[in-house]
C-alpha cells in the first residue's frame, strides 16, 4: 500500500539534533551573491529537505531523520525584515 500524502508533507525529523550541544558542531555560511544563509556541519554530507514556504528549508539525513542543516533564502531581503 502506497504512503498517505500526510507522511509525504511531513517526514519525521528528529529535533534532537538542534540541543545547544549539538549545535556548537553547526557553522554559519552566507553567500551574499545568492542572499542565502546556511546553517549547517562544517562537513557537508547528503541530505533530504524539507521546505517551510519556500523560505527556510530543514536539511535532514533521510535514514535517521536527523538535522543536518538549515537553508534560509532571501536572509537579508526579507528573512532579517521580518
Known amino acids: 500500500m502506497?504512503?498517505?500524502?500526510?507522511?509525504?508533507n511531513a517526514p519525521k525529523i528528529d529535533l534532537s539534533a538542534l540541543t545547544p550541544d549539538k549545535m556548537k558542531d553547526f557553522h554559519l555560511v552566507y553567500h551574499d551573491d545568492e542572499d542565502v544563509?546556511?546553517?549547517?556541519?562544517?562537513?557537508?554530507?547528503p541530505a533530504?529537505?524539507?521546505?517551510?514556504?519556500?523560505?527556510?528549508?530543514?536539511?535532514f539525513d533521510p535514514e535517521t531523520?536527523?538535522?543536518?542543516?538549515?537553508?534560509?533564502?532571501?536572509?537579508e531581503a526579507i528573512f532579517l525584515k521580518r
Open 65 to 75: 531523520g536527523e538535522i543536518v542543516g538549515l537553508e534560509i533564502d532571501d536572509f
Open 48 to 59: 533530504a529537505a524539507f521546505d517551510l514556504e519556500g523560505e527556510l528549508w530543514i536539511r
Open 2 to 8: 502506497g504512503r498517505t500524502a500526510e507522511k509525504l
Open 37 to 45: 544563509l546556511f546553517i549547517r556541519r562544517e562537513k557537508a554530507q
